[in-house]
């Protein structure tokens, strides 16, 4: 981990019995939100990675609540990001693909506007995607970089300033301005957005780490070798595979690579969370940590995301706010990222969103699970033609089943047994037993299409 260095002592111990003055004026919480890029839920030695380790990720989940079951209601960068802020699902905040022509509309409110308005100064470091960049939004400090920016030397906007361009490596810079911001002199809780590059395409790592795993092989994936040919067309059809594309020479070289990346996020957690000790923050900080979407890393030969199966869904989550959420907590209850803004406004005590498809929680963090709880969420794709060539499809997650349905011409579904068969290799589509699971779960898909609003829902 790398240290607050010596030359920035005084300012440090300064900026802490400042911080030290303000937390008695005003005791709700501030935040730091870390997001990455395209990191499964696994991709963490705290969730049992055989090879990776992760001891900044791990310092979160033993400190908070580690939560088990996390998702993505729409597995792509742009559209997730925007499920994120909202608390909404894509269909209803618009941002349904990558496109870089259809970006938030500026009348919807984002859960840091709820937080401004109540008294938070708000920050956005890093990676937004989506047309805009953040840029047109208000904060009271911008550090963004257009589209999936560069890993060396790239062009970044500061506040209000034209892009420039800086030296060293993207997820160090990011995290160099988050914690000038984090040692100003806060008058007032703050809401910090840190969102990493990494662990993005083309997976370029910090130097620091360019020889790490050199000799490592990674094991596969129990479904490296599957057969797709009982999978519906959609599935097969992709074009993902491992060893057809000329950045991919071979799996461990991609496994390499990707956990390169993730060594340097882990050393600028520590970072933040290191310079949040040395500030006196940390106690009176909520630290939330995940994932804008999961990744395959091998299953099927397969890498990206996109598809509803449980690699490219599924995402970390760890939460920490030593002042209220007591340690060691492990979650199993169903969580999705729609549920982020509306845990941070309530915890803070803010208003909520104007609407929200998510819900808090807190209540998973503070006492037994509600009996309300959801059991099952929505799930859309709908970048198609695009790359890889996933098809649209939607579908419903449950606690044991998952029903797909690739909606464009020519129509397939698929029903997956998440208990007999947690690694998805068996469509029971057209069993003749499953067919009343199948008509509930069809029946359940458009009452949650309904329920959300649904513009498309016919």
Partial sequence: MRSLQRRDFLSTSAAALLAGATRGADRRPSFVFLMTDDQRWDSMSCAGHPVFQSPQMDRLAREGA????????????????????????????????????????????????????????????????????????????????????????????????????????????????????????????????????????????????????????????????????????AVQQVDMRIGDFEDFRDYDDFMRRYYRCLCGVDDNVGRVLGALDELGLTDDTCCVYSSDNGFFNGEYRWFDKRLMYEPSLRVP?????????????????????????????????APPLPRQHGRSLVPLLTGPTPADWRRDFLYEYYEFPGAHSVRKNRGVRGERYKLIHYFDEPQEWELLDLQEDPHETRNLIDSPAHQPVVAELRERLTALRRASDDPDLT
């Fill in 66 to 233: 580690f939560f088990q079951r996390m998702f993505v209601t729409n597995s792509l960068c742009g559209p997730s990001r925007a499920c994120n802020l909202t608390g909404l699902y894509s269909h209803s905040h618009g941002v349904r693909t990558n496109d870089q022509k259809n970006g938030l509309p500026p009348e919807q409110v984002i859960f840091p506007e709820v937080l401004r308005r109540d008294g938070y100064e708000t920050a956005f470091i890093g990676k937004w995607h989506s047309p805009g960049f953040g840029r047109g939004r208000t904060w009271d400090y911008y550090f963004g970089f257009r589209g999936q920016g560069a890993y060396f030397n790239p062009p970044i906007a500061e506040n209000q300033e034209p892009d420039r361009r800086y030296d060293g490596y993207m997820d160090d810079i990011l995290t160099d301005h988050a914690i000038s911001f984090l040692k100003r002199d806060h008058r007032q809780p703050f809401c910090l957005l840190l969102w990493f590059k990494s662990p993005h395409r083309s997976w370029q790592c910090a130097p620091r780490y360019e020889a790490r795993y050199r000799d490592v092989t990674f094991p596969r994936p129990p479904t490296f070798d599957a057969d797709l040919s009982g999978k519906p067309r």
């Fill in 317 to 349: 989550l760890l939460v920490r706010y030593p002042r209220r959420i007591a340690a060691g907590q492990r979650p199993t209850a169903l969580a999705t990222h729609l549920d982020l803004a509306p845990t941070l406004l309530d915890l803070a005590g």
